[in-house]
């Protein structure tokens, strides 16, 4: 099993996240029969997307306010869309800001490219879009390396980061070229072993040594719910942004028992991807973690052999053409 790490380094460091994903896959049995062992995104070279204002459900049943990103007329998603994107493809990424007037100005950064940014107003870090729904931002950039990276908001990130403006980039290598995806895994408490393992048939990166059968992305975030309900009562000139005090905490934008229902299920339209592992003895996985909060969430594979190979979109090699010999 091979891990490919990628962290907002400015974050604070803290607690660890209170919840056992390796419990929660023992629950699966109960909840749900079956999952598809790839990252759920969008793939492409263009990205139109929207920062509105919705709600997320939590484990125990509340309704809190969020603001994220959307693709079009789509409602908007906790994480941001994934997008997926193959290396050397010029990437263009448009910005619309459909937030309350309240809000204010929104902007995207994506930390590990060379970005040109147009169009909208300046910003302190890069061009925004204001809250009218109708001026575009549009940034571009080539995914120059293959790797796990995100973006966020660059406009007030210690603020509109917790509330969810957030999401991952993944570039796909060029050099191997990845064959077909593995078929779906069965029925997941009658998995078995598949008699025609994928065997290692895409890359994580340009080195035959990063070769997966399935993959699977976990963004860890939290949240301090006051800074939220602050939001929905109209009283953010009452947010202290020195004070957070994070209490919930998520893995791909849901925390449990919704971790282990499916992916895209319709009571949690805004929280569209699960974050449980499915795979078929003697599979090779390559998981991708990311943490986009503010605590570290160093993830324990039970009974499972481990390599991490890359860190913050980098392979963790000593040289080009040497694999991951640093891992």
Known sequence: ?????????????????GM?????????????PAAWAKILGVQGT???????????????????????????DGRMQYPGPTLIVNQGETITVSLKNALPAAVGNVSILFPGHDVTASGGLPGALTQEAPPDGTTTVTYTFTAGRPGTY????????????????????????????????????????????NP???TGTKFGYDHSDTAYDREFLIVMTDMDPRVHRLVEFGRM???????????????????FPDTIANA????????????????HPGERLLVRLVTLGRDPHPLHFHGNHVRVISRD???????????????
């Open 264 to 279: 895209q299920v319709p009571w949690l339209p805004t929280q569209p991807y699960n974050a449980i592992f499915l795979m």
């Open 313 to 327: 979109g980098r392979l963790l090699s000593s040289g080009p053409g040497n694999g991951p010999d640093l891992s």
């Open 20 to 32: 056992a994903l390796a419990a929660a896959a023992l629950w699966a049995i109960a909840m749900e």
């Open 196 to 198: 025609s393992l994928c």
């Open 46 to 72: 263009s990205f139109q997307l929207v920062a509105k204002q919705d709600r997320i459900t939590l484990g125990d049943g509340d309704s809190i306010v969020m603001w994220g990103f959307a693709l079009g």
């Open 237 to 255: 000139d009452e947010i202290d942004t020195t004070s957070f005090f994070q209490t919930v905490w998520f893995a791909n934008g849901r925390n």
């Open 150 to 193: 995100v973006y966020h908001s660059g406009t007030r990130p210690d603020l509109q980061v917790e509330m969810g403006l957030l999401g991952v980039i993944v570039v796909r290598p060029t050099n191997p070229t990845p064959n077909s995806d593995c078929p779906p895994v069965p029925d997941g408490h009658n998995a078995g072993p």
């Open 1 to 17: 099993m091979r891990v490919d790490d990628a962290r907002r380094p400015e974050m604070r460091k803290g607690r660890w996240l």
